[in-house]
């Protein structure tokens, strides 16, 4: 039986299946890939993001590669969500639906006082990324982000993490576009008011708002799983009726 394909993007931590533990049943309904962007692998050497290079990856996750048709639904989280945008404006006839949670989208709301307080805040330590140490850089991004501290890295793979960390580029700097036509979902954790500006951004340009519990990720709490699970199978039965 055929099965719709739906992409998952993750963000700045865990990448691959591991950054979408209470997706991974979707599975079962549905063709789902597990993306890494750009520069994550679990071996290699972690390499300065690419916005353009995430984009095609995307892209590439949805091409008919013998399934039979092209295109799928595309589910991203944090910066994830620059490039499941970047895709969506270059083809939009490929992405079915986007399911944005806590986008990075921080391009698109730059005049906005929430994005313009957080640029501000966050401009400097990027300015000077390049003359930290990782470990420095990961501790004062979460200190400033989050208000937490951070755990030194001990392990291969948290150092590994630490660096990809200073390696991505400000998502201000992403070259976004609002998505016409493309069904959209914006899912927020409701504890911070850059993401909830964001989402309202996004809202005023036709995308449907949701809030579930959970904090940065809201896709790993029962309603939010509820609720991205709901909007693809919602914009799926849609599309196919369209089609019959």
Do not use: N
Not at 209 to 218: L, T, Y
């Amino acid at each position: 039986m055929f099965k719709q394909r739906v992409v998952f993007v993750h963000g700045a931590g865990s990448f691959g299946a591991a950054a979408w533990p209470k997706q991974h049943g979707m599975a079962l309904s549905y063709d789902a890939l597990f993306l890494r962007r750009h520069g994550f692998d679990a071996v290699a050497e972690p390499l300065e993001s690419d916005f353009a290079a995430d984009a095609a990856i995307v892209l590439g996750s949805l091409a008919d590669d013998g399934r039979g048709a092209a295109g799928g639904h595309v589910v991203a989280h944090s910066q994830g969500a620059i490039a499941a945008m970047m895709a969506a404006v270059e083809r939009p006839d490929l992405v079915h639906s986007l399911t944005l949670v806590e986008p990075d989208c921080l391009s698109l709301t730059a005049e906005l006082p929430a994005t313009a307080a957080h640029r501000a805040l966050m401009q400097p330590l990027f300015d000077v990324r390049h003359h930290l140490s990782d470990d420095d850089f990961q501790r004062e991004f979460i200190r400033r982000a989050f208000s937490a501290d951070a755990p030194g890295a001990t392990t291969p793979e948290a150092r590994r993490a630490a660096r990809r960390l200073r390696l991505q580029a400000p998502p201000w700097e992403a070259p976004l576009q609002i998505v016409p036509g493309v069904p959209t979902l914006v899912l927020t954790g409701g504890w911070e008011p850059l993401y909830e500006e964001i989402a309202g951004y996004l809202r005023e340009t036709g995308a449907l708002h949701r809030v579930a519990a959970g904090g940065h990720r809201p896709q790993d709490s029962v309603d939010g799983d509820r609720i991205i699970r709901a909007f693809v199978a919602d914009v799926s039965r849609r599309q196919h009726a369209e089609a019959c």
